[in-house]
């Protein structure tokens, strides 16, 4: 059983275009995270969701909408996609920080 | 500015040896380090967690050294193998807080 599952895994759209990732976690962790990848591989905190409350938005254009349904799931919205966009797109959970994350495999969008 | 800081993008080292990996950070109080391992195209993997108020952590191959007065963190690979080759990052969490904020990475190549 996948812990933490992203879908899709790739996906490529035009600019302007609006799209949704989802994210669901099978851990029983309370907090959810959604991070972006750049490419240089630099790991940046969008969001943090804990038991569906936003805890964290961190200077994220507010294009970016995240929706957490229930504590396992937490999917990110995404309007008006720009080229500066793409990049690859984790999701991450954990049950308190005496432990680490677990990390979905990543989404990797490419705007062109 | 907060930084989080890795020693290099690019580190190798001949297998048998030991790796040793830097993280050095400013501006930040963190109250705990973790060390992650990432391989292409996957999400990264919690490898080792250390709190402020401790020294030295470790597990099998693997230790993780934490120095608050230096505000820097080493992470070792002791008798390295090709198997270790991947990204290495270091995140840190404050007591403000569970959300993680990631080091830049280093590329591990340990070469046979």
């Known amino acids: 059983d996948t812990a933490v599952s992203q879908t899709p895994k790739y996906l490529v759209t035009q600019m302007g275009n609006d799209k949704s990732i989802k994210c669901e976690q099978n851990?029983?962790?309370?907090?959810m995270y959604w991070y972006k990848q750049d490419s240089k591989k630099f790991l940046k905190i969008m969001f943090s969701?804990?038991?569906?409350?936003?805890?964290i938005n961190e200077t994220v254009p507010n294009r970016f909408s995240p929706k957490s349904p229930d504590k396992a799931h937490l999917n990110l919205h995404i309007n008006s996609l720009e080229l500066g966009d793409s990049a690859v797109y984790f999701c991450a959970s954990s049950g308190d920080r005496n432990y680490g994350y677990t990390f979905g495999s990543g989404t990797r969008l490419t705007v062109v | 500015s907060q930084k989080i800081e890795q020693n290099s993008e690019a580190l190798n080292i001949q297998e048998g040896k030991t790796a040793t990996l830097t993280c050095n950070y400013t501006n930040y109080s963190p109250a705990y380090l973790q060390w992650y391992r990432q391989d292409p195209g996957r999400g990264p993997v919690f490898l080792l967690l250390i709190r402020e108020n401790e020294k030295e952590k470790r597990k099998e191959r693997l230790k993780v050294t934490f120095d608050t007065t230096l505000k820097q963190s080493l992470f070792h690979i002791t008798a390295s193998q090709p198997a270790d080759s991947a990204t290495y990052l270091c995140a840190l969490s404050t007591w403000a807080g569970n959300q993680f904020y990631f080091g830049t990475g280093t590329s591990l190549t340990v070469i046979p």
């Open positions: 969701y804990n038991n569906k409350e936003l805890i």
């Open positions: 851990l029983g962790h309370d907090t």
